[in-house]
């Protein structure tokens, strides 16, 4: 699986609140069409995300067939301490991928 593609900051002021983005390439395939050959395509789709930062859970998303491939999400946290932020998913067919940045609370 590519690595998804994380805007974080790498440095940020205590009390702040900072954008996170993830770009995750996935097919996200709804299982609604069919191939060339006629024979329908199975669905494959992330159907849950979470964030967490510190250890805390800071944002969770659940994710349905009508999503486009590639999800991109942005939301928001406030820097407290230092440490990591770490993305976890898990699509359909049970294979869960995570990935993490670091961050420095000044």
Known sequence: M???LINVPKKVKRGDAFDIRILIA???ESGQRRDDKGQ???REIIHSFLCT???EEVFRAEFFPAISAN???T???RAVDSGQIVFTWTDDLGATQFD???ITVE
């Open 100 to 102: 993490s940045v670091e």
């Open 71 to 73: 999800p991109f999400l």
């Open 26 to 28: 996935h097919p996200m």
């Open 40 to 42: 329908p395509i199975p």
């Open 2 to 4: 590519p690595r998804p």
């Open 75 to 77: 939301f928001s946290a």
């Open 53 to 55: 930062y510190g250890g």
